[in-house]
């Protein structure tokens, strides 16, 4: 089956760190840039950071940059995202997502659209 | 920063057309794609590239960009449309992905 699994989320303190995971199965998993996007409660998405399928290119949200480390290991199929210093704002669902498919126009790894999603791993940040 | 700005809600009776728009500075020069988000559930991708469906959607969802507004369509709503919606490009300029703030689609 084609999936994508999250896992490592919970309760932290603020200022604390939390590593997430993303277990890919069902398909290629280095031939795809991943990235990953959360969601704070009641709220919109926001996209947090991608990394291309050898880890070349990455590339991060202002609100996450110098606090958090997006990276893979593509001998296990998994994504991963290193969160610290972490802060109430935060707290939110964080979904990985396949960049599957490729946008129009000018090739670049975040031209693309989020063709696969996980189920969401939580987040909360809180003392 | 690039900002897409889609309306809080639209709302539309069963068997009616939904039209969810995202506005944006010249958007119709960007590639534009549309997820949907039903209550406790993961995005589906519904469109991308403007007006292109990903395999087993329906042919009721479309889209269209133009200008400075790319719109989602949805023929012949389902009370199971029901759902948010979020567009969301390439920001080029600042290498970063940007989403719409969403729109709830509420079947009347």
């Not at chain 2, 969810?20 to 991308?48: D, E, F, M």
Request: aromatic share 10%.
């Amino acid at each position: 089956e084609v999936q994508l699994v999250e896992s490592g989320g919970g309760l932290v303190k603020p200022g604390g760190s939390l590593r997430l995971s993303c277990a890919a199965s069902g398909f290629i998993f280095s031939t795809y840039n991943m990235n990953w996007v959360r969601q704070a409660p009641g709220k919109g998405l926001e996209w947090v950071s991608c990394i291309s399928s050898s880890s070349s290119y990455i590339y991060y949200a202002d609100s996450v940059k110098g606090r958090f480390t997006i990276s893979r290991d593509n001998a296990k199929n998994s994504l991963y995202l290193q969160m610290n210093s972490l802060r109430a704002e935060d707290t939110a669902v964080y979904y990985c997502a396949r960049a599957g498919l490729v946008g129009s126009g000018y090739s670049h790894p975040l031209n693309v659209a989020f063709d696969m999603w996980g189920q969401g791993t939580m987040v909360t940040v809180s003392s | 920063s690039y900002v897409l700005t889609q309306p809080p809600s639209v709302s539309v009776a069963p068997g009616q057309t939904a039209r969810i728009t995202c506005g944006g500075n010249n958007i119709g020069s960007r590639s534009v794609h549309w997820y949907q988000q039903r209550p406790g559930q993961a995005p589906v991708l519904v469109v991308y590239n403007d007006n292109d469906r990903p395999s087993g959607i329906p042919e009721r969802f479309s889209g269209s960009n133009s200008g400075n507004t790319a719109t989602l369509t949805i023929n012949r709503v389902e009370a199971g449309d029901e759902a948010d919606y979020y567009c969301q490009m390439w920001d080029s300029s600042r290498d970063h992905v940007v989403f719409g703030g969403g729109t709830k689609l509420t079947v009347l």
